[in-house]
């Protein structure tokens, strides 16, 4: 261990990143940011799930502030004309076929996603409105290294 590495140890595991202070012995354990999380296990693989749901049109997966963990799972979805399903559906429907830390904590179900003059999705916007639809202003207020 180098000198400067001596009062921190940090490991990766499973969906987190641990770190042990040694000077007080405390173990603290952080969710990885979203742009940990796209690093390690893309958000493309949510959207990719989500879209086998014979009810689903579209979907886009962001990452929208928490307290504990500095990010959680939101999911957007737009259902096929005609077809309606609850918040509970679509969680089980993950829940039963992914591990259950995938299942998204917040799941959205929308007519249409924002998007610019080119037609690119505005995942940015999408944050922003979730975080006052589900009052994460606090969270999002949060700085994060």
Do not use: W
Not at 30 to 37: A, F, G, S, V, Y
Not at 80 to 97: A, I, L, P
Not at 129 to 138: H, M, P, S
Request: proline residues 3%; aromatic residues 8%.
């Amino acid at each position: 261990m180098m000198k400067d590495e001596s009062n921190i140890l940090s490991y990766m595991k499973a969906n987190f990143l641990i770190l042990l202070d040694c000077s007080v012995g405390e173990l603290i354990k952080i969710h990885l940011t979203e742009q940990e999380k796209i690093e390690s296990e893309s958000y493309q693989d949510f959207e990719e799930f989500i879209y086998t749901h014979p009810k689903v049109s579209d979907v886009q997966v962001i990452g929208v502030p928490d307290e504990q963990y500095g990010e959680e799972i939101a999911a957007c979805i737009i259902l096929k004309e005609g077809e309606s399903m609850t918040v509970d559906e679509m969680k089980q429907f993950v829940r039963d076929h992914m591990a259950k830390h995938k299942v998204p904590r917040y799941v959205d179900f929308v007519d249409a996603f924002p998007m610019n003059a080119a037609g690119k999705i505005l995942k940015y916007q999408m944050r922003e409105d979730a975080v006052k639809r589900y009052g994460l202003q606090k969270a999002d207020s949060v700085e994060t290294a």
